[in-house]
């Protein structure tokens, strides 16, 4: 098992910035990669980015140019610092585990993998 713990989200207005935090603990091993996942009222909940133990990384169009991912592979800990935040960047965004099974870490979500409970990101004027 692996427990997530999220914090940094709130609000901000638009052009403003913002930085999220997930700490994970348990069986770190068990990790293939790590990121976000965001979802708005109303609509699926879709990948905002992901990083590997290894450093590689994915980010969805959407944010590309004004999200970095980074992680502190000592504190078991990933970072999204969120720049230039528009209104449409408004969700709650889940911290995500890609749990390590030999099929890679860029795919679509399975039930063996692990979620963080959510933390709100409100980008309003």
């Known amino acids: 098992q692996v427990q997530l713990v999220e914090s940094g989200g709130g609000l901000v207005q638009p052009g403003g910035s913002l930085r999220l935090s997930c700490a994970a603990s348990g069986s770190i091993f068990s990790i293939a990669a790590m990121g976000w996942y965001r979802q708005a009222p109303g609509k699926d909940r879709d990948v905002v980015a992901l990083?590997?133990?290894?450093?590689?990384?994915y980010y969805a169009n959407s944010v590309k140019g004004r999200f970095t991912i980074s992680r502190d592979n000592a504190k078991n800990t990933v970072y999204l610092q969120m720049n230039s935040l528009k209104p449409e960047d408004t969700a709650v965004y889940h911290c995500y585990v890609t749990r390590r099974d030999g099929t890679g870490w860029l795919r679509l979500p399975k039930d063996s993998d692990y979620w963080g409970q959510g933390t709100q990101v409100t980008v309003s004027s």
């Open positions: 990083i590997t133990t290894d450093g590689n990384t």
